[in-house]
């Protein structure tokens, strides 16, 4: 099982990016998907989520200014982010489990690599 992350790169204040996950084996379909991110000399922390029969989920640093989206047929998921901050600047991760919405990053038994995101002002 593998998680690719893409989309990442710079943005003024404002901007927006489109962050892309691409899985294997048929991960997405029965599982909950979130990004994560992680800020420089910060942990790890939970962006936004979505679940197999499509609720979402999303922190309140990025509720209103990110989507979460997600395409069983390409098994793949997706993050708009829209009205980016510098505070978004961060190394953004994709990960899965098998099972209910989570926040916190242990639980979560998938990870791809992290693209990063940087915002200027």
């Known amino acids: 099982v593998q998680l690719q992350a893409s989309g990442g790169g710079s943005a003024q204040a404002g901007g927006s990016l489109r962050l892309s996950c691409v899985g294997s084996?048929?991960?997405?379909?029965?599982?909950?998907m979130s990004w994560f991110r992680q800020r420089p000399g910060k942990e790890r922390e939970f962006v936004a989520a979505?679940?197999?029969?499509?609720?979402?989920y999303y922190s309140d640093s990025v509720k209103g200014r990110f989507t979460i989206s997600r395409d069983v047929a390409r098994n793949s998921a997706y993050l708009q982010m829209n009205g980016l901050i510098p505070e978004d600047t961060a190394v953004y991760f994709c990960?899965?489990?098998?099972?209910?919405?989570?926040?916190?990053?242990?639980?979560?038994?998938?990870w791809g690599q992290g693209t990063l995101v940087t915002v200027s002002s």
């Open positions: 990960a899965s489990r098998r099972g209910t919405l989570n926040t916190i990053p242990v639980s979560y038994d998938f």
């Open positions: 979505i679940v197999w029969g499509g609720y979402t």
């Open positions: 084996g048929g991960i997405l379909s029965s599982s909950t």
